[in-house]
């Protein structure tokens, strides 16, 4: 257990619908980051917070965003669903915002759209 | 840009045998960091280790070692006497000094036979 906690395991929506993902970093640590994992792309980086602030964004489409709370807890917000948006999405957290920081991860949300 | 390749795939051996994951990788950067994760059955990705670019000693843990050889660019990863337990797929990944994210290999599926 990495300490990272996603919610939900699992979700199934319909096209054109908004979901929200969330992610409770592990105690201590000020940065999350958000991954998608699909058969095609592998592991991208999507977004990353650190304390609140957005610190570096990667291949995040437009349709998605994403925010870091005040008790460090992230959401990542989906919107307009495609089918091709059914893909396992991680959330994973470490100390600082430094390139050297191990990031643990969380279990991940397979999303499901039809 | 970063980018890390793992030539093999998948890897099939019998119990006890040892396996060798290749990683090889390409940065610009002059200080960066090598990771190596591992995503069991179950989903969840589980840190291994990391290595910075300045710190060529290899480093063994248990059954896992890793040899880190700047000179070819590559980070590779031995288990020593297989387990089934060990089946997973393995990651290598890789960030800059001025990097957020981790870019990481397409993986390789080790799978070990009783």
Do not use: M
């Amino acid at each position: 257990d990495s300490g990272v906690t996603q919610t939900p395991k699992h979700l199934i929506t319909a096209t054109g619908q908004r979901v929200t993902l969330r992610c409770s970093p592990r105690s201590g640590d000020l940065s999350v980051y958000w991954y998608q994992q699909s058969l095609d792309q592998g592991l991208q980086f999507l977004i990353q917070y650190y304390n609140g602030e957005e610190r570096a964004k990667g291949n995040i489409l437009e349709r998605f965003s994403a925010q870091q709370f005040p008790d460090l807890h992230s959401e990542l917000n989906l919107s307009s669903l495609e089918l091709g948006d059914s893909v396992l999405y991680f959330c994973a957290s470490s100390v600082d915002w430094g390139s050297y920081n191990e990031q643990f991860f969380g279990p991940g949300t397979r999303l499901t759209v039809l | 840009a970063q980018k890390v390749t793992q030539a093999q795939t998948e890897i099939s051996v019998v119990e006890k045998e040892d396996v060798t994951l290749d990683c090889v990788y390409e940065t610009r950067d002059t200080t960066y960091y090598l990771f190596w994760y591992k995503q069991p059955p179950s989903g969840e990705l589980v840190f291994l280790i990391r290595r910075n670019s300045f710190d060529e000693q290899n480093e063994i843990s248990g059954r896992y070692s890793w040899n880190f050889q700047k000179s070819t660019s590559s980070f590779n990863f031995t288990i020593t006497a297989s387990q089934v337990v060990d089946s997973a797929v393995y990651f290598c990944a890789l960030s800059g000094l001025n990097d957020y994210k981790l870019s990481f290999g397409a993986g390789t599926t080790v799978t070990v036979r009783a």
